[in-house]
């Protein structure tokens, strides 16, 4: 599946953005992840196919995952960024029934990223 992010920018800190994902085919699940310089890839959301929603404790609360009827499209809801938000955001989906998109090393398809920089 392709997967094209849209949505990154530069925001001021405590300011919101809100990153799209279009799939170009089916999935079971969809997450996001992002990806600081230097950094490991790290998990942020999730959605199945049930509408099921996790999150990771760093954006719990002010991260909203979301996806269009029809499935085709995600949506990361980003609300009181921080500098420490800063990072290239990346789509990832798997059309497997036993993944639910929350580990990378599982994950089937990625997106090309789409960077957020939060300054102070």
């Known amino acids: 599946v392709r997967l094209v992010e849209s949505g990154g920018g530069s925001v001021q800190a405590g300011g919101s953005l809100r990153l799209s994902c279009a799939a170009s085919?089916?999935?079971?699940?969809m997450g996001w992840f992002r990806q600081a310089p230097g950094k490991e890839r790290e998990w942020l959301a999730s959605?199945?196919?049930?509408?099921?929603?996790t999150y990771a404790d760093a954006v719990k609360g002010r991260f909203t995952i979301s996806q269009d009827n029809a499935k085709t499209t995600l949506y990361l809801q980003m609300n009181g960024l921080n500098v420490e938000d800063t990072a290239m955001y990346y789509c990832?989906?798997?059309?497997?029934?036993?993944?639910?998109?929350?580990?990378?090393?599982?994950?089937?398809?990625w997106g090309q990223g789409t960077q957020v920089t939060v300054s102070s």
């Open positions: 085919g089916y999935t079971y699940c």
């Open positions: 959605i199945n196919r049930a509408h099921t929603t």
């Open positions: 990832a989906a798997s059309p497997y029934v036993t993944n639910s998109c929350h580990i990378k090393e599982l994950i089937d398809d």
